[in-house]
């Protein structure tokens, strides 16, 4: 009986997620530079999360760039990135939104904290973590990814911390001060499929992050240097961001959910292929699902159910590995 409820209300919650067509807004900022070299950076950073939006399929009129210098790319660039010009924006998009849409923040620059407060630097006044939460308090979107790749981002984390959100810092605590390398890995993941990991046509959040983890990490170590940067997910809404997050992981299993392309993206994969990606879609899903319900469950039907889940997960990537292997050309 409990088997059968627990595959009842997993069958539930994958209707509801099937029937709404979600829409996706997305907003970036690039932060004061301070330096040319780090005003360039910050921007090439945003350009690329921004290039990749829109080849997923992003409408444009669902975008806002805002930037230190909108004369630097007047065609990309919507407006300077001062804290009301950001207020603003974020106010316009979440008037637009529904409860089944997803909302991406991106902060690229650099960040503070003084006085007991983190705060991401702007153009004249700074905007801090406690500035999103107020804006962001009772917003209409389904989910949120807020990525802050700014230095001292790790006290962003607790303060936006909630149910249906992912939270993604480029250090762990306010402390880490100097300027992370992180942002730009994690940009990188999204310039032709870089951090595809599992080679469904998509990037994930969760991909991302884990591909500019991983990056930093040999980065640090190539150079011989002591890192200086730890960055941290959170997506179960406690608060607590992760250094490694994976699917079966405290946290991983909502941001692996998370695309700016909805939907599965396989219109080119042979019909055996696209059906393999939208099985894949289904099991992780599924283990989604189970993982929120996992207080309520007796933890032997749990781990059963989960491990059958992964196995299932495991053979359909083995599959469709084997079918790309045999034709290359094919998604």
Known sequence: ????????????????????????????????????????????????????????????????????????????????????????????LLSRASSEDQLWILLFGHGSQRDGHTRFNLPGPDITGADFAALLEGAPVGTLAFVNASSSSGSFLPTLSAANRVIVTATRSGSERLAPNFGGFFSQAFVDGLGDVDKDERVSLLEAFNYARVEVERDYRDSGRLPTEHALLDDNGDGEGSLEPSITAADGGLASRLFFARGTEASDASPEIAALLAEKDDLEDRIVSLRAQKDSLPEDLYLEELQTLLVALAENREATDALQVENPDDG
């Open 1 to 92: 009986m409990r088997r059968l409820v627990l595959l009842a209300t997993v069958a539930v919650v994958l209707w509801s997620g099937a029937a709404a067509r979600a829409e996706t807004f997305v907003l970036i900022v690039s932060g004061l530079g301070g330096e040319e070299i780090y005003s360039e950076r910050f921007h090439d950073w945003s350009v690329r999360v921004l290039d990749a939006a829109t080849k997923d399929g992003v409408a444009p009129d669902r975008m806002i760039y805002l930037a230190e210098d909108p004369t630097v790319d007047e065609e990309r660039i919507d407006g300077v990135s001062r804290k009301e010009n950001v207020e603003a924006e974020l106010r316009r």
